[in-house]
């Protein structure tokens, strides 16, 4: 169902939508219509890119689903396989890896507010991330 989420970065679109970032909810947000502050907000993920860490299921779910997404791995994964993963995603397009030392709630809202101003690049990710689950990294 729908619940209220208090997301730790904002953007806003270039049609003046609001979007808020949570690493903690695993997504990105669009605000409810009207919406003017983090009580606004709604537990229901944008038609934009996910977000997480980049363990192996979650890469893959992503993959299935053709989702692109901002990664941040965790930094202390067993053998550094989460950078790999998210290293490989992004490097086929499908994705946007961020290492956690480089995070922070402003280098967040400027990326969602970037690719909120770009449907076209959010939709080569999106056959991007598809074609990394069959295997056509490109």
């Not at 890469?59 to 997404?69: K, Q, Y």
Request: hydrophobic share 40%.
């Amino acid at each position: 169902g729908e619940g209220k989420v208090f997301p730790e970065s904002f953007a806003a679109g270039a049609d003046g939508t609001l979007y808020a970032g949570s690493l903690t909810m695993g997504t990105i947000f669009k605000a409810a219509p009207g919406a003017t502050k983090a009580e606004s907000f709604i537990a229901k993920p944008a038609d934009g890119p996910g977000s997480g860490r980049a363990g192996a299921s979650t890469v893959a779910e992503l993959t299935v689903i053709g989702r692109p997404s901002i990664l941040v791995p965790l930094p202390h994964a067993l053998d550094n396989d989460q950078l790999q993963n998210a290293t490989r995603l992004a490097e086929s397009g499908g994705a946007w890896c961020i290492e956690q030392k480089d995070l922070s709630p402003q280098r967040l809202a400027a990326e969602i507010s970037r690719m909120a101003r770009d449907a076209g690049e959010l939709a080569r990710a999106a056959a991007a991330a598809g074609r990394a689950r069959r295997g056509r990294v490109e």
